[in-house]
T-cell receptor
Framework: GENVEQHPSTLSVQEGDSAVIKCTYSDSASNYFPWYKQELGKGPQLIIDIRSNVGEKKDQRIAVTLNKTAKHFSLHITETQPEDSAVYFCAALTSNTNAGKSTFGDGTTLTVKP | GAVVSQHPSRVICKSGTSVKIECRSLDFQATTMFWYRQFPKQSLMLMATSNEGSKATYEQGVEKDKFLINHASLTLSTLTVTSAHPEDSSFYIC????????FGPGTRLTVT
């Protein structure tokens, strides 16, 4: 089955700096890679996703890059703000329609210091 | 769009009783819903996949007779924790499959 590794487990940055979280996956058949943000006591929220036919996707301060050959994908947050502090999870799954079981990374706790 | 609700958000029950948690997709239909359990500072652990109109598929090690799942409609799935024990205390999260996978806000279960 799929195995997803996520690094780092904790990340602390100064407000305004960039944050990068990396994930690697094992199953070359995986073709959909979402990122979730989970605040304390809440459910995860989808913040950005990328499909295997795309190398990069950007949404305002958030971007995701995908390297299919190396089987890794990364979340980039620029101009970080204190409200970006949360746990971030990457996931990988194989599906033509986004349906199917996601394999999650272990999460990265991001702290943005004001 | 793509809002998933869970009810209740918090529940405290006595050991031996059963608790039902509801998961609803509010503005889309979800043929597939997933139930997760999350321990403090850990990732999401998939418990079961719930498909509308059919039996749920449970992950290895998850007792199907203890965690009863019903997916009676395209917008509602329920998880019933039967004969709850303190070790069942956890954060339970559902997700519904739409254009992506959308999570509910979670239910904090405490069994005393």
């Amino acid at each position: 089955g799929e195995n997803v590794e996520q690094h780092p487990s904790t990340l602390s940055v100064q407000e305004g700096d960039s944050a990068v979280i990396k994930c690697t996956y094992s199953d070359s058949a995986s073709n959909y890679f979402p990122w979730y943000k989970q605040e304390l006591g809440k459910g995860p929220q989808l913040i950005i996703d990328i499909r295997s036919n795309v190398g990069e996707k950007k949404d305002q301060r958030i971007a995701v890059t995908l390297n299919k050959t190396a089987k890794h994908f990364s979340l980039h947050i620029t101009e970080t703000q204190p409200e970006d502090s949360a746990v971030y999870f990457c996931a990988a799954l194989t599906s033509n329609t986004n349906a199917g079981k996601s394999t999650f990374g272990d999460g990265t706790t991001l702290t943005v210091k004001p | 769009g793509a809002v998933v609700s869970q009810h209740p958000s918090r529940v405290i029950c006595k050991s031996g009783t059963s608790v039902k948690i509801e998961c609803r997709s509010l503005d889309f239909q979800a043929t597939t819903m997933f139930w997760y359990r999350q321990f403090p500072k850990q990732s999401l652990m998939l418990m079961a996949t719930s498909n509308e109109g059919s039996k749920a598929t449970y992950e290895q090690g998850v007792e199907k007779d203890k965690f009863l799942i019903n997916h009676a409609s395209l917008t509602l799935s329920t998880l019933t924790v039967t004969s709850a024990h303190p070790e069942d205390s956890s954060f339970y999260i559902c997700s519904a499959q739409g254009q992506g996978q959308y999570f509910g806000p979670g239910t904090r279960l405490t069994v005393t």
